[in-house]
């Protein structure tokens, strides 16, 4: 094997060998995920959004993540939320959540997205749901101001936990 046939053997093995480390470090199983566009009015505190799924499996654990994408022009570095969970038997499950956006000085905490769009995937619920069928997620806004500007997508992903995870 020549010299040049053996340095591109290795550059693609290696770069096969990062392209499945990448791979296996996903190691999330994404149930469900799905997100909603805010209009440029802003999120209003009176337009709840909604998110339907179906749940086939009662027994393993699923890791509920709100998903917000804003802008560098969100006024605040926090976020409160009311949110319901209703389970097929009509059940309903309410809370509010405080997701921290920002370091107390100013930096964010997401991921930026073109220099201009910050995404944050926050863990919220981790829960075992009881009954097979379909639920319901309902989020609405809880600052205190009637609309939310500088907010481009609201989400919610639902993660399936794997046995040997935590």
Same mark, same amino acid.
């Given at each position: 094997?020549?010299?040049?046939?053996r340095?591109?053997s290795?550059?693609?093995?290696?770069?096969?060998?990062?392209?499945? *480390?990448?791979?296996?470090?996903?190691?999330?199983?994404?149930?469900?995920?799905?997100? +909603?566009? @805010? #209009? !440029?009015?802003?999120?209003?505190?009176?337009k709840?959004i909604?998110?339907?799924?179906?749940?086939?499996?009662?027994?393993?654990i699923?890791?509920?993540?709100f998903n917000?994408?804003n802008?560098?022009?969100?006024?605040?570095?926090?976020?409160?939320?009311?949110?319901?969970?209703?389970?097929?038997?009509?059940?309903?499950?309410?809370?509010?959540?405080?997701?921290? *956006?920002?370091?107390?000085?100013?930096?964010?905490?997401?991921?930026?997205s073109?220099? +201009?769009? @910050? #995404? !944050?995937?926050?863990?919220?619920?981790?829960?075992?749901?009881?009954?097979?069928?379909?639920?319901?997620?309902?989020?609405?806004?809880?600052?205190?101001?009637?609309?939310?500007?500088?907010?481009k997508?609201?989400?919610l992903?639902?993660?399936?936990?794997?046995?040997?995870?935590?």
């Open positions: 094997m020549t010299t040049v046939s340095k591109s290795l550059i693609a093995l290696v770069i096969l060998l990062v392209s499945s *480390l990448f791979n296996s470090c996903d190691n999330e199983n994404i149930y469900f995920q799905k997100y +909603t566009e @805010i #209009e !440029n009015e802003g999120w209003n505190m009176d709840p909604s998110y339907e799924f179906e749940i086939k499996d009662t027994a393993v699923y890791n509920f993540s917000l994408r802008t560098n022009d969100y006024q605040y570095s926090n976020l409160f939320v009311f949110w319901n969970l209703q389970s097929p038997d009509g059940r309903i499950k309410t809370d509010t959540s405080e997701f921290i *956006l920002a370091k107390p000085n100013g930096q964010w905490l997401g991921k930026t073109s220099g +201009t769009v @910050i #995404e !944050n995937s926050m863990l919220f619920l981790k829960k075992k749901l009881p009954i097979a069928g379909k639920y319901t997620f309902t989020f609405s806004q809880g600052m205190r101001e009637e609309s939310l500007n500088n907010i997508d609201i989400g992903k639902i993660i399936k936990r794997d046995e040997q995870t935590n």
